[in-house]
């Protein structure tokens, strides 16, 4: 199983197996602007779809990430701790934010898929 | 370059005067073993230091600083005479009361005058500025319900469009922040409905709101609020575009902050000194902090109230700011700051009228005090963003409007002109923005490489706020 999916809170989910790496999506960054501090979760957290897992500062505001599914973070982007700007240069990329191991697989009928949230970034 | 840069050992600007007191030496202990390290510097380059600082600063004595949000209003002289009076400048707060009734009647009738202006019922008057109102709010808020023993209220709920320091003093105080939707640029009384519960104690609302719109459902707002028993809180932020017409107080606010330096015209920005008073119904007033001013018979005292939540602030808070103030409204009485909130709002919708032409008002209705604009169209068309406006309009030599705020748009440009601003000066400023828009189709990298004119360039703001240099040396 592999796919790409999206939120209507503007992160971006990658599915491989049981593991989905999250990020923000590049209208996301597009809207923060330019991106100085990023607060990371702790490895290991169990969340809750929904949840505010992380946030993000930028010089213009700040934003907090949802997770976009329940489960359990495995990893973070520690590269972001020294280069948040990462997220605007390859926020579908390089500024990924965490992984996590998905518990409950029914959530994924929740999500977008690529085209269902470019017509909803249109309408924002 | 800095006045301690400048110092050469030996210069100086000043002369004692002869000591006419006997010599004493002090025990060993308070000696300090170097010399202070203060800079050195003659008359003149004293003078030039600071004058040339104040030349490359721009201020409402200059021109137009249509920030919104801020009520960058001019600042009457007469008030800055009045803090310097003698009288209120050359006292100490540990002198005896009796001694300073002057002062302490200052603060009585300046208390009960906004008090008035509110509709709230008593003030406390030391919070140093408004985000420290609301911080003082909040801790009534707790104390409230602790005293209540009703323990289970843990949220506060602030809507989307809210000023960032509302869910900041929330959490100070420990309280979890929850998000009120907005729905065409107002509270959404539904979403509100579905998130009032027996856990929330207060509402945290701006009226009228970040948007310069008046929220219209406020009554009900405020009917819902006290069913589920929570408290209604009032950001006096934007009292500039109601006083007069309408007081918190009557509109169900339980407690209210004022911003002193806003609306009743004292000199701020950059820090300071301000003053956010605030006011609270009844059923509050034992959790005021300490000190609070009486009348008793002819004399003015101090006194504890009963539950207070303590002191906020050293002594009595920012004095001068709160004579400065006194000296404004006795100024303008009744009518005239009705006039101030009427002028204020014309400012605005004039302005707003102008600037509609070559820039979308996303809530685009008839506005209060500030309406905000957005670039979003601009910067799709041309890859000019609001940033870029921003430091063209410094080449013009005034201020630019506040931007990226409220969140809610996007690309945002918060502009409130204030009341103390002519036809000339706002027809001028449109013209500026419109022809800082247009050069955005014609030629963007003046834009993106602005400003061009003033002493300092565009400044790189990753870096400042990712390491930020407060000190000259290291």
Sequence with gaps: MKMKKYTKTHEWVSIEDKVATVGITNHAQEQLGDVVYVDLPEVGREVKKGEVVASIESVKAAADVYAPLSGKIVEVNEKLDTEPELINKDPEGEGWLFKMEISDEGELEDLLDEQAYQEFCAQE | ??????????????????????????????????????????????????????????????????????????????????????????????????????????????????????????????????????????????????????????????????????????SMVGFEVVEIKSKNGMVDVEDLKKLLDEEVAAVMLTNPNTLGLFEKDILKIAEMTHECGALLYYDGANLNAIMGKVRPGDMGFDIVHLNLHKTFSTPHGMGGPGSGPVGVKKHLVDFLPFPQVKKNGELYELFVPEKTIGRVRSFFGNFPVLVKAYTYILTMGRDGLERVSEMAVLNANYLKKKIEKFLEIPYNGFCMHEFVASAEKVFRETGVRTLDIAKRILDFGVHPPTVYFPLIVPEALMIEPTETENKETLDKYAEILERVVKEAYENPDALKNAPHNTPVRRVNEVLASKKPVFRWRG
Excluded: W
């Design chain 2, 1 to 170: 370059m800095t006045i301690f840069e400048r110092s050469k050992k030996g210069r100086k600007a000043f002369r004692l005067p002869e000591s006419d007191i006997p010599e004493y030496s002090l025990p060993d202990r308070f000696l300090r073993r170097t010399p202070p390290e203060l800079p050195e510097v003659s008359e003149p380059d004293l003078v030039r230091h600071y004058t040339n600082l104040a030349r490359k600063n721009y201020s409402v004595d200059l021109g137009i600083y249509p920030l919104g949000s801020c009520t960058m209003k001019y600042n009457p002289k007469l008030n800055e005479k009045a803090a310097n009076l003698e009288g209120f400048r050359e006292i100490h707060p540990y002198q005896p009361v009796e001694t300073v009734q002057g002062s302490l009647r200052l603060m009585y009738e300046l208390k009960k005058m906004l008090c008035e202006i509110t509709g709230m019922d008593d003030m406390t008057l030391q919070p140093a500025a408004g985000a420290h109102g609301e911080l003082t709010g909040m801790l009534i808020v707790r104390e409230y319900f602790k005293n209540r023993g009703d323990t289970g209220r843990k949220k506060v709920l602030v809507p989307d469009s809210a000023h960032g320091t509302n869910p900041a003093s929330a």
